[in-house]
T-cell receptor
């Protein structure tokens, strides 16, 4: 959406560097997690997901790490590009993602310097 | 494949006025969601429809917000009367029948400013 990045934590990285975005989730019973990317003027877009029976999952240039002990998620983006500039949200849910509601966390604004 | 369409994209109203937002989901998608995204926060679910029936409206402020999906396709979300704290982006999302929550496709949103 428009200007959703205001007042958010900001991570500024150089093009080509790796980025790590962190998220603390709220419900210890949550068993399915998603990372979303939201560009200015657009709705959230699915990036990658992970179930609670996994600690790590890799996609194309992205890796999600899950630490259930401290209720923490991270999103790693390799070789960050200017097109990666956006606000990133983690979301949690129950029932393995088959039903229920998504609970979104606070976002992080990623700014990539060319 | 066309995405989720929303209109208007921007709306400015005075407090106590009424406003309505429209959403056209992806063709064939049975489930439709309305979210409220306040500046600097993640989206919060307001209401979920399965076809034309309400699945979850537990977080919809029913004293002023209403939503309908009469024919199981398009949906409208209305606020009457609006308050200053309703200023937000209102996102619509849709997903196929029996899909997991991860299969939500979001529209671009309607930015509401209440003055």
């Amino acid at each position: 959406g428009e200007n959703v990045g205001l007042h958010l934590p900001t991570l500024s990285v150089q093009e080509g560097d790796n980025s790590i975005i962190n998220c603390a989730y709220s419900n210890s019973a949550s068993d399915y997690f998603i990372w979303y990317k939201q560009e200015s003027g657009k709705g959230p877009q699915f990036i990658i997901d992970i179930r609670s029976n996994m600690d790590k999952r890799q996609g194309q240039r992205v890796t999600v790490l899950l630490n259930k002990t401290v209720k923490h998620l991270s999103l790693q983006i390799a070789a960050t590009q200017p097109g990666d500039s956006a606000v990133y949200f983690c979301a949690e849910t129950l029932y393995g993602g088959s039903q229920g509601n998504l609970i979104f966390g606070k976002g992080t604004k990623l700014s990539v310097k060319p | 494949e066309a995405g989720v369409a929303q209109s208007p994209r921007y709306k400015i109203i005075e407090k106590r006025q009424s406003v309505a937002f429209w959403c056209n989901p992806i063709s064939g998608h049975a489930t439709l969601y309305w979210y409220q995204q306040i500046l600097g926060q993640g989206p919060k679910l307001l209401i979920q429809f399965q076809n034309n029936g309400v699945v979850d409206d537990s977080q919809l402020p029913k004293d002023r917000f209403s939503a309908e999906r009469l024919k199981g396709v398009d949906s409208t979300l209305k606020i009457q009367p609006a308050k200053l704290e309703d200023s937000a982006v209102y996102l619509c999302a849709s997903s196929p029948r029996l899909a997991g929550v991860y299969e939500q496709y979001f529209g671009p949103g309607t930015r509401l400013t209440v003055t």
